[in-house]
Protein backbone atom coordinates (compact mmCIF):
# COMPACT_ATOMS: atom_id res chain seq x y z
CA UNK A 1 0.00 0.00 0.00
CA UNK A 2 1.52 3.30 -1.19
CA UNK A 3 1.09 6.63 0.80
CA UNK A 4 -0.33 8.40 -2.50
CA UNK A 5 -2.88 6.27 -3.45
CA UNK A 6 -7.15 6.57 -3.21
CA UNK A 7 -9.33 4.11 -2.63
CA UNK A 8 -12.84 2.68 -3.82
CA UNK A 9 -14.58 1.30 -0.70
CA UNK A 10 -17.85 -0.83 -0.29
CA UNK A 11 -19.41 -0.97 2.96
CA UNK A 12 -21.36 -3.59 3.61
CA UNK A 13 -24.63 -3.80 6.38
CA UNK A 14 -23.96 -6.27 8.93
CA UNK A 15 -26.66 -8.79 7.77
CA UNK A 16 -24.95 -9.52 4.43
CA UNK A 17 -22.10 -11.60 5.99
CA UNK A 18 -22.67 -14.86 7.34
CA UNK A 19 -23.70 -15.56 10.85
CA UNK A 20 -19.96 -16.30 12.38
CA UNK A 21 -18.50 -13.55 10.71
CA UNK A 22 -21.62 -11.26 11.83
CA UNK A 23 -20.97 -12.12 15.37
CA UNK A 24 -17.06 -10.92 14.57
CA UNK A 25 -17.78 -7.67 13.56
CA UNK A 26 -20.02 -7.19 15.71
CA UNK A 27 -17.58 -7.59 18.64
CA UNK A 28 -15.11 -5.99 16.41
CA UNK A 29 -17.18 -3.19 16.28
CA UNK A 30 -16.94 -2.73 20.07
CA UNK A 31 -13.73 -3.26 20.77
CA UNK A 32 -11.53 -0.22 21.91
CA UNK A 33 -8.11 -1.58 20.69
CA UNK A 34 -9.48 -1.64 16.84
CA UNK A 35 -7.73 1.11 14.42
CA UNK A 36 -10.11 3.88 14.38
CA UNK A 37 -10.65 5.72 11.06
CA UNK A 38 -8.73 8.92 11.66
CA UNK A 39 -5.70 6.60 12.17
CA UNK A 40 -6.84 3.76 10.19
CA UNK A 41 -5.13 4.30 6.47
CA UNK A 42 -1.51 5.34 8.43
CA UNK A 43 -1.82 2.06 10.41
CA UNK A 44 -2.83 -0.04 7.28
CA UNK A 45 0.21 1.64 5.46
CA UNK A 46 2.78 1.19 8.10
CA UNK A 47 1.56 -2.57 8.13
CA UNK A 48 2.66 -2.90 4.34
CA UNK A 49 5.71 -1.16 4.75
CA UNK A 50 6.92 -3.32 7.46
CA UNK A 51 6.50 -5.94 5.59
CA UNK A 52 8.22 -4.60 2.40
CA UNK A 53 11.17 -3.63 4.05
CA UNK A 54 11.74 -6.77 6.23
CA UNK A 55 14.81 -8.80 5.20
CA UNK A 56 13.34 -11.12 3.18
CA UNK A 57 10.63 -8.84 2.37
CA UNK A 58 6.90 -11.06 2.82
CA UNK A 59 4.96 -9.78 -0.44
CA UNK A 60 1.53 -10.43 1.41
CA UNK A 61 0.55 -10.81 4.92
CA UNK A 62 0.71 -14.93 6.58
CA UNK A 63 -2.97 -14.41 7.76
CA UNK A 64 -5.71 -12.25 6.70
CA UNK A 65 -6.16 -9.04 8.18
CA UNK A 66 -8.58 -8.77 11.18
CA UNK A 67 -9.18 -5.41 10.33
CA UNK A 68 -12.36 -3.58 8.82
CA UNK A 69 -13.19 0.45 8.23
CA UNK A 70 -16.67 0.33 9.62
CA UNK A 71 -19.63 3.34 9.22
CA UNK A 72 -22.68 4.15 11.15
CA UNK A 73 -25.69 5.35 10.07
CA UNK A 74 -28.20 5.64 12.28
CA UNK A 75 -27.76 2.93 14.46
CA UNK A 76 -27.00 0.14 11.22
CA UNK A 77 -23.57 -0.85 10.69
CA UNK A 78 -21.77 -1.06 7.65
CA UNK A 79 -18.51 -3.05 7.30
CA UNK A 80 -15.55 -3.04 4.87
CA UNK A 81 -12.75 -5.30 5.58
CA UNK A 82 -9.39 -4.68 4.55
CA UNK A 83 -8.56 -8.09 3.04
CA UNK A 84 -4.98 -7.10 3.45
CA UNK A 85 -3.54 -10.77 2.49
CA UNK A 86 -5.97 -11.15 -0.70
CA UNK A 87 -5.36 -7.32 -2.09
CA UNK A 88 -1.17 -8.35 -1.62
CA UNK A 89 -1.65 -11.17 -3.52
CA UNK A 90 -3.77 -9.75 -6.44
CA UNK A 91 -1.06 -6.48 -6.60
CA UNK A 92 1.91 -9.15 -6.08
CA UNK A 93 0.49 -11.08 -9.36
CA UNK A 94 -0.25 -8.01 -11.38
CA UNK A 95 3.41 -6.89 -10.51
CA UNK A 96 4.95 -9.85 -10.88
CA UNK A 97 2.98 -10.42 -14.48
CA UNK A 98 4.64 -7.20 -15.48
CA UNK A 99 8.02 -7.17 -14.50
CA UNK A 100 10.83 -9.03 -16.45
CA UNK A 101 12.03 -11.86 -14.74
CA UNK A 102 15.23 -10.61 -14.87
CA UNK A 103 14.23 -7.84 -12.98
CA UNK A 104 12.00 -9.61 -10.31
CA UNK A 105 15.12 -10.73 -7.93
CA UNK A 106 15.63 -7.38 -7.57
CA UNK A 107 12.39 -6.51 -5.53
CA UNK A 108 11.26 -10.47 -4.12
CA UNK A 109 13.82 -13.46 -4.18
CA UNK A 110 12.57 -15.88 -6.38
CA UNK A 111 11.97 -18.43 -4.35
CA UNK A 112 9.16 -16.41 -2.00
CA UNK A 113 7.80 -15.07 -5.05
CA UNK A 114 6.84 -18.82 -5.67
CA UNK A 115 6.06 -19.39 -2.52
CA UNK A 116 4.18 -16.50 -2.63
CA UNK A 117 2.25 -17.62 -5.80
CA UNK A 118 1.60 -20.92 -4.46
CA UNK A 119 -0.16 -19.56 -1.96
CA UNK A 120 -2.06 -17.52 -3.46
CA UNK A 121 -2.84 -20.29 -6.47
CA UNK A 122 -3.90 -22.62 -3.10
CA UNK A 123 -6.07 -20.02 -1.39
CA UNK A 124 -7.78 -19.38 -5.35
CA UNK A 125 -8.24 -23.48 -5.31
CA UNK A 126 -9.91 -23.60 -2.20
CA UNK A 127 -12.11 -20.52 -2.32
CA UNK A 128 -12.82 -20.58 -6.32
CA UNK A 129 -14.15 -17.29 -7.72
CA UNK A 130 -16.09 -15.53 -5.18
CA UNK A 131 -13.17 -15.73 -2.54
CA UNK A 132 -11.30 -13.11 -5.08
CA UNK A 133 -14.09 -10.77 -4.17
CA UNK A 134 -12.36 -7.76 -2.82
CA UNK A 135 -14.65 -4.51 -1.01
CA UNK A 136 -11.22 -2.45 -1.79
CA UNK A 137 -10.04 -0.88 -4.71
CA UNK A 138 -6.70 0.99 -5.28
CA UNK A 139 -4.78 3.08 -7.69
CA UNK A 140 -2.18 5.06 -7.14
CA UNK A 141 -1.34 8.83 -8.39
CA UNK A 142 -4.74 9.93 -9.55
CA UNK A 143 -8.20 8.16 -9.49
CA UNK A 144 -9.19 6.70 -12.98
CA UNK A 145 -12.71 9.16 -14.01
CA UNK A 146 -14.78 5.86 -14.05
CA UNK A 147 -14.54 6.27 -10.14
CA UNK A 148 -16.44 9.79 -9.99
CA UNK A 149 -19.21 8.14 -11.51
CA UNK A 150 -21.35 6.78 -9.05
CA UNK A 151 -21.44 9.59 -7.35
CA UNK A 152 -22.92 13.14 -7.27
CA UNK A 153 -21.08 16.59 -6.38
CA UNK A 154 -23.50 17.55 -3.41
CA UNK A 155 -21.67 14.25 -1.65
CA UNK A 156 -18.55 15.53 -1.34
CA UNK A 157 -16.93 16.06 2.23
CA UNK A 158 -13.74 17.77 1.80
CA UNK A 159 -11.58 18.69 5.55
CA UNK A 160 -8.48 20.94 5.13
CA UNK A 161 -6.24 23.16 7.04
CA UNK A 162 -6.56 23.19 10.95
CA UNK A 163 -8.61 21.93 13.25
CA UNK A 164 -11.02 23.97 15.59
CA UNK A 165 -8.24 23.20 18.37
CA UNK A 166 -5.78 24.25 16.56
CA UNK A 167 -3.64 21.34 15.25
CA UNK A 168 -2.62 20.97 12.08
CA UNK A 169 -5.07 18.40 10.18
CA UNK A 170 -2.69 17.87 7.30
CA UNK A 171 -2.06 14.47 8.26
CA UNK A 172 -3.69 11.69 7.39
CA UNK A 173 -5.39 11.95 10.66
CA UNK A 174 -7.36 15.11 9.70
CA UNK A 175 -6.82 16.05 5.63
CA UNK A 176 -9.17 14.20 3.53
CA UNK A 177 -11.38 14.30 0.49
CA UNK A 178 -14.50 12.25 0.17
CA UNK A 179 -17.65 10.94 -1.36
CA UNK A 180 -20.40 8.73 -0.10
CA UNK A 181 -23.34 7.58 -1.49
CA UNK A 182 -25.73 4.41 -1.49
CA UNK A 183 -25.28 1.57 -3.67
CA UNK A 184 -28.43 2.15 -5.32
CA UNK A 185 -27.29 5.51 -6.26
CA UNK A 186 -23.94 4.23 -7.05
CA UNK A 187 -25.35 1.78 -9.71
CA UNK A 188 -27.92 4.15 -11.22
CA UNK A 189 -25.38 6.24 -12.21
CA UNK A 190 -22.66 4.08 -13.74
CA UNK A 191 -25.59 2.75 -15.47
CA UNK A 192 -26.59 6.02 -16.84
CA UNK A 193 -23.26 6.66 -17.42
CA UNK A 194 -22.78 3.56 -19.34
CA UNK A 195 -25.65 4.11 -21.75
CA UNK A 196 -24.87 7.65 -22.56
CA UNK A 197 -21.53 6.63 -23.54
CA UNK A 198 -22.30 3.84 -25.58
CA UNK A 199 -24.89 5.39 -27.27
CA UNK A 200 -23.22 8.82 -27.94
CA UNK A 201 -19.40 7.44 -28.19
CA UNK A 202 -19.22 3.96 -28.56
CA UNK A 203 -17.14 1.08 -26.82
CA UNK A 204 -14.73 3.48 -25.51
CA UNK A 205 -11.69 2.86 -23.58
CA UNK A 206 -14.08 4.94 -20.60
CA UNK A 207 -17.02 3.16 -21.13
CA UNK A 208 -15.15 -0.23 -20.77
CA UNK A 209 -13.43 1.16 -16.93
CA UNK A 210 -16.96 2.32 -16.32
CA UNK A 211 -18.53 -0.78 -16.82
CA UNK A 212 -15.68 -2.59 -15.02
CA UNK A 213 -16.76 -0.11 -11.88
CA UNK A 214 -20.50 -1.46 -12.58
CA UNK A 215 -19.61 -4.73 -12.56
CA UNK A 216 -17.95 -4.35 -9.63
CA UNK A 217 -20.66 -2.77 -7.56
CA UNK A 218 -23.18 -5.72 -8.74
CA UNK A 219 -21.15 -8.21 -6.39
CA UNK A 220 -22.28 -6.56 -3.40
CA UNK A 221 -25.31 -6.72 -0.90
CA UNK A 222 -27.78 -4.02 -2.17
CA UNK A 223 -28.03 -1.57 1.15
CA UNK A 224 -24.52 -1.07 0.83
CA UNK A 225 -22.53 2.38 1.13
CA UNK A 226 -20.08 3.21 -1.55
CA UNK A 227 -17.11 5.70 -0.93
CA UNK A 228 -14.45 7.20 -2.96
CA UNK A 229 -11.13 7.88 -0.69
CA UNK A 230 -8.78 10.30 -2.07
CA UNK A 231 -6.54 9.35 0.62
CA UNK A 232 -2.68 9.92 0.23
CA UNK A 233 -3.32 12.00 -2.53
CA UNK A 234 -4.53 15.00 -0.80
CA UNK A 235 -0.99 15.58 0.52
CA UNK A 236 0.02 16.14 -3.06
CA UNK A 237 -2.38 18.96 -3.30
CA UNK A 238 -2.74 22.13 -1.51
CA UNK A 239 -5.97 23.88 -0.03
CA UNK A 240 -6.54 25.53 -3.19
CA UNK A 241 -6.34 22.82 -5.46
CA UNK A 242 -8.30 20.67 -3.21
CA UNK A 243 -11.08 23.28 -2.77
CA UNK A 244 -11.45 23.75 -6.84
CA UNK A 245 -11.34 20.26 -7.44
CA UNK A 246 -15.07 19.01 -8.81
CA UNK A 247 -14.10 15.81 -10.60
CA UNK A 248 -17.44 14.04 -10.23
CA UNK A 249 -19.68 17.50 -10.64
CA UNK A 250 -17.43 18.02 -13.81
CA UNK A 251 -18.02 14.54 -14.93
CA UNK A 252 -21.20 14.56 -14.02
CA UNK A 253 -21.86 17.94 -16.08
CA UNK A 254 -19.72 15.86 -19.34
CA UNK A 255 -22.05 13.38 -19.68
CA UNK A 256 -25.57 15.55 -19.42
CA UNK A 257 -23.67 17.90 -21.84
CA UNK A 258 -23.51 14.64 -24.18
CA UNK A 259 -26.36 13.14 -23.41
CA UNK A 260 -28.37 16.85 -24.55
CA UNK A 261 -26.44 17.68 -27.43
CA UNK A 262 -23.84 20.19 -25.69
CA UNK A 263 -20.66 18.65 -27.26
CA UNK A 264 -18.46 21.84 -26.30
CA UNK A 265 -20.05 21.65 -22.74
CA UNK A 266 -19.13 18.21 -22.61
CA UNK A 267 -15.50 18.09 -23.98
CA UNK A 268 -14.42 20.95 -21.75
CA UNK A 269 -15.75 19.33 -18.86
CA UNK A 270 -14.22 16.10 -19.32
CA UNK A 271 -11.02 17.64 -20.18
CA UNK A 272 -10.85 19.76 -17.24
CA UNK A 273 -10.89 16.30 -15.22
CA UNK A 274 -8.61 14.61 -17.56
CA UNK A 275 -6.40 17.20 -17.32
CA UNK A 276 -6.21 17.87 -13.87
CA UNK A 277 -5.56 14.07 -12.91
CA UNK A 278 -2.95 13.91 -15.83
CA UNK A 279 -0.89 16.56 -14.14
CA UNK A 280 -0.93 14.90 -10.89
CA UNK A 281 0.22 11.13 -12.53
CA UNK A 282 3.12 13.42 -13.37
CA UNK A 283 4.30 13.96 -10.04
CA UNK A 284 5.47 10.12 -10.01
CA UNK A 285 8.68 10.67 -11.99
CA UNK A 286 9.34 14.66 -11.07
CA UNK A 287 12.29 14.77 -8.97
Known amino acids: MLPYAAYLRVYEPLTAFPEQE ?31 LAKPPHPAPAQESPNAYLRRVEDRLYVCPWQSR ?22 VPQAIAEQ ?34 P ?25 NLIYVTSMAQARRRSAR ?26 E ?13 LVHLMDDEALQADQSVAELSAALTGLDTGQEEL ?9 LRWKSMQHLESAN
Open 193 to 218: ALQVIRKHVGEVATGLEVEDVARWLE
Open 22 to 52: RAIWTAYADSRDRPRRATALEAEHGESIRRL
Open 86 to 107: LRSWLAFSDFRGSTPVKLMDSF
Open 151 to 175: FDGNERWLVLGKAANGQDTTTTTGR
Open 116 to 149: TADDFDRFKRQGGSAALRTHIRTTTWNVPPAWFV
Open 220 to 232: FHPHSLVELDYGG
Open 266 to 274: AFAMYQRVI
